[in-house]
């Protein structure tokens, strides 16, 4: 079991940037996958990025590629968000979340691990 908790979203105006970061307790983290999605207002949880147990490799949606950067601190237990050049349309809900095992493929990932989720704004 791991427990995972968001902390670092807010309101920004557009062009500017905020950090996530995701905090875990439990079990060692660095055995985990770890990732964020998002949930808009009256749309359905998407992917947006989850990078590997050893940092070497990441996954991005198409939607934030070149903007977000993903990373990870096993020694820390935490995994941050860095989301750059953010839009209006980047308003949602932000979810850390974790899983022992990859898909390969976001949308076809399941963490089994949950956070409460973060409000991120984004002002035109």
């Known amino acids: 079991q791991v427990q995972l908790a968001e902390s670092g979203g807010g309101l920004v105006q557009a062009g500017g940037s905020l950090r996530l970061s995701c905090a875990a307790s439990?079990?060692?983290?660095?055995?985990?996958?770890g990732g964020w999605f998002r949930q808009a207002p009256g749309k359905e949880r998407e992917f947006v990025a989850a990078?590997?147990?050893?940092?070497?490799?990441?996954y991005y949606a198409d939607s934030v590629k070149g903007r977000f950067t993903i990373s990870r601190d096993n020694a820390k237990n935490s995994v941050y968000l860095q989301m750059n050049d953010l839009k209006p349309e980047d308003t949602a809900v932000y979810s850390c979340?974790?899983?022992?095992?990859?898909?390969?493929?976001?949308?076809?990932?399941?963490?089994?691990?949950w956070g409460q989720g973060t409000q991120v704004t984004v002002s035109s």
């Open positions: 439990g079990r060692a983290f660095s055995s985990y996958v």
């Open positions: 979340a974790a899983d022992l095992t990859w898909a390969g493929y976001g949308s076809r990932w399941f963490p089994h691990f």
């Open positions: 990078i590997n147990r050893s940092s070497g490799s990441t």
